[in-house]
Antibody, heavy 121, light 107 residues
Framework: EVQLVESGGGLVQPGGSLRLSCAAS????????MSWVRQAPGKGLEWVANIKQDGSEKYYVDSVKGRFTISRDNAKNSLYLQMNSLRAEDTAVYYC??????????????WGQGTLVTVSS | DIQMTQSPSSLSASVGDRVTITCRASQGISNSLAWYQQKPGKAPKLLLYAASRLESGVPSRFSGSGSGTDYTLTISSLQPEDFATYYC?????????FGPGTKVDIK
């Protein structure tokens, strides 16, 4: 069974840092683009970042550029999101999502269960 | 960035009804469109990709169509488990962007 399990969410003060992890299983992790997508409470979905199979290409939504870093460890079948300089508007459930092996087929399936990040003093 | 809009933002329907949701992109996206279903407290689930291709395991009452900037998701006969929020997403260009969602609830 293909499975994605996020961890690392929690309460952090504005300006703080947090590192999210996503453990993948049930598929060849190193063959897929991977993404983080977030959803603020009661709001819609927003793509945050993605990373190529070998980590050589990374892309970010403008609102997190320079603050968030996506990375992966194919040996550990894991995806990460380092979040620095956190703001209240970063409060959201963060989902790890598998894309496809191809950069122009950027839909997401499956998704993890999500991990909640709350930025508040 | 490509902006996505959806209509209606919400609708009330009965079991057995035919339901259509519209998604519009701010520029042509060449059928690079996916649809997701999300239930409260759960992660989104992929329903269709490439505008009209049904994801494996998704019931055939779900279908998609469209071209250029305008796309539709149709549920041919609404079932109790279909009450949820539906999102479209374009992947024609980076960043991929989602529509604001359409909530389908029980009439």
């Amino acid at each position: 069974e293909v499975q994605l399990v996020e961890s690392g969410g929690g309460l952090v003060q504005p300006g703080g840092s947090l590192r999210l992890s996503c453990a993948a299983s049930g598929f060849t992790f190193s063959s897929y683009w991977m993404s983080w997508v977030r959803q603020a409470p009661g709001k819609g979905l927003e793509w945050v970042a993605n990373i190529k199979q070998d980590g050589s290409e990374k892309y970010y939504v403008d609102s997190v550029k320079g603050r968030f870093t996506i990375s992966r460890d194919n040996a550990k079948n894991s995806l990460y999101l380092q979040m620095n300089s956190l703001r209240a508007e970063d409060t959201a459930v963060y989902y790890c999502a598998r894309a496809t092996p191809y950069s122009d087929e950027n839909w997401f399936d499956p998704w993890g269960q999500g991990t909640l990040v709350t930025v508040s003093s | 960035d490509i902006q996505m809009t959806q209509s209606p933002s919400s609708l009330s329907a009965s079991v057995g009804d035919r339901v259509t949701i519209t998604c519009r992109a701010s520029q042509g996206i060449s059928n690079s469109l996916a649809w997701y279903q999300q239930k409260p407290g759960k992660a989104p689930k992929l329903l269709l990709y490439a505008a009209s291709r049904l994801e494996s395991g998704v019931p055939s009452r779900f279908s998609g169509s469209g071209s250029g900037t305008d796309y539709t998701l149709t549920i041919s006969s609404l079932q109790p488990e279909d009450f949820a929020t539906y999102y479209c997403q374009q992947y024609y260009s980076t960043p991929p962007t989602f529509g604001p969602g359409t909530k389908v609830d029980i009439k």
